[in-house]
Each structure stands twice: as structure tokens, then as C-alpha cells.
């Protein structure tokens, strides 16, 4: 199993629409869960941690199922420059490394006018 | 410059040259990453320094890759023998404290594209 597994897409979705993202990680140790964006050719970037109550900003909600090892995204109102690929960041927390960040391969989404 | 500077941007090299790529993170940060980014692929952990400490290499594919942070600040990935399956974006990223895994804030620079031939 992968550490960091997520529908690799792509979303095609049209302006306003709501989309989700799932993401699944193998090692039940892990404390910090993240989403970041990567726009095409550019550095990725921090979008919203992920805290175990939920947590939301504007129109981005993530959630965390600790039980089920599972990470969501919802985007609700999509924009047109909500364009990009969304990236499942968990550190795994092997052997007591606090930095070990491990990324997904990432969810492109596509929004359509 | 207030971001994290990588150099070069794009390297192309021959088979079996070693090459040598350079971060320079965000003045006072005190953890370092670099990854590796294959096209259409999220961004491959490879190792990361606290200070001039390395915490961690497990991410690193074999001995011909090493990196060094020597004072704590500027970091050189180097990469010996190179290979074509080398081939890559290496990003570099740094963030404020050693706790920055906890919070998920990496900075990242453009990258350092390579191409083995």
C-alpha cells in the first residue's frame, strides 16, 4: 500500500459545481495532514491544514477520519482559477522524524466555463 | 530575494557527470527539504536538514545522492555518476521551525530542473 494515495483525476468540472478530493494514508502514527495546490509549472504551495474537528475556509472545507485513515477536500462554488492539481501532504512520523512530509501524487481539477 | 532560491534552473548534463544543486532558503529558516518531482507526479521526499543537522535521508535512492548543509543555511544536493532515470525537478523547500513538519508551512523555491542525457 502507498504511503499517500489519492485519485490522481482528472476533475473536469463546470464554474460552480462542488467537487471532492479523498485521500488515504498508511500509517495509522501520522498526526499532521495538509492540502497543498500546484498551478501548472509552478512550486506547490500550502492551501489549509486539517485539523481532526474539520476545519474550513471559504469555500474549502477538509475533514480527517483518523478511523478510516482517510483525508477529504471539498470545493464548493468553483472558480475557473480554482484550476490545479491538489496534493494529499501527510507527515508520517516514522521513527520519530517529525519532518518527514510525504506528498500524494495529487488530484487535477479542471474548472470549465 | 524574500523566496527560496534554487540554482540552476535547468541543468542538462551527460551520462556519468556529477552535478551539484544549490538551495539558499528563506533567510532565518531553520528546517531545509529538498524533494524530487517527476512530471505528473506529487513531489518525492529525499531528505531534510534542522540547522546544519541532517534529520533525515531515508527519502534519498542510493549512495550516489548526498546533501549537505554545512552552516545551517545554504544546502548542495549533489548527485554523482548521473544517471537518465535521474532525470527530475529536485525543489528544495524550507520553513520557519523545526516544527515545520507539524505545521505543513514549506516554502517552496522554482526548482532546479535536470536532464541526463
Known amino acids: 500500500r502507498k504511503e499517500v494515495e489519492q485519485d490522481p483525476g482528472p476533475f473536469n468540472v463546470p464554474e460552480g459545481a462542488t467537487v471532492a478530493f479523498n485521500c488515504t494514508y498508511s500509517?495509522?502514527?501520522?498526526?499532521?495532514f495538509f492540502w497543498y495546490r500546484q498551478d501548472c509549472r509552478k512550486e506547490p504551495k500550502l492551501l489549509m491544514s486539517?485539523?481532526?474537528s474539520g476545519n474550513e475556509d471559504g469555500r474549502f472545507t477538509a475533514q480527517l477520519n483518523r478511523a478510516s485513515q482517510y483525508i477529504s477536500l471539498l470545493i464548493r462554488d468553483s472558480k475557473l482559477s480554482d484550476s490545479a492539481t491538489y496534493l494529499c501532504?501527510?507527515?508520517?512520523?516514522?521513527?520519530?522524524?517529525?519532518?518527514?512530509?510525504?506528498f500524494g501524487k495529487g488530484t487535477k481539477l479542471s474548472v470549465k466555463p | 530575494g524574500a523566496g527560496v532560491s534554487q540554482s540552476p534552473r535547468y541543468k542538462v548534463t551527460k551520462r556519468g557527470q556529477d552535478v551539484a544543486l544549490r538551495c539558499d532558503p528563506i533567510?532565518?529558516?531553520?528546517?531545509l527539504y529538498w524533494y524530487r518531482q517527476a512530471l505528473g507526479q506529487g513531489p518525492e521526499f529525499l531528505t531534510y536538514?534542522?540547522?546544519?543537522?541532517?534529520?533525515?535521508k531515508s527519502g534519498l535512492p542510493n549512495d550516489r545522492f548526498s546533501a549537505e548543509r554545512p552552516e545551517g543555511s545554504i544546502s548542495t544536493l549533489t548527485i554523482q555518476r548521473t544517471e537518465q532515470r535521474d532525470s527530475a525537478m529536485y525543489r528544495c523547500a524550507s520553513s520557519f521551525s523545526a516544527e515545520g513538519a507539524d505545521t505543513g508551512e514549506l516554502f517552496f523555491g522554482e526548482g532546479s530542473r535536470l536532464t541526463v542525457l
Open positions: 536538514f534542522n540547522y546544519e543537522a541532517q534529520q533525515d
Open positions: 501532504v501527510v507527515n508520517m512520523n516514522y521513527g520519530g522524524s517529525q519532518g518527514n512530509l510525504i
Open positions: 533567510s532565518g529558516h531553520v528546517s
Open positions: 500509517n495509522s502514527a501520522s498526526q499532521s
Open positions: 486539517v485539523y481532526s
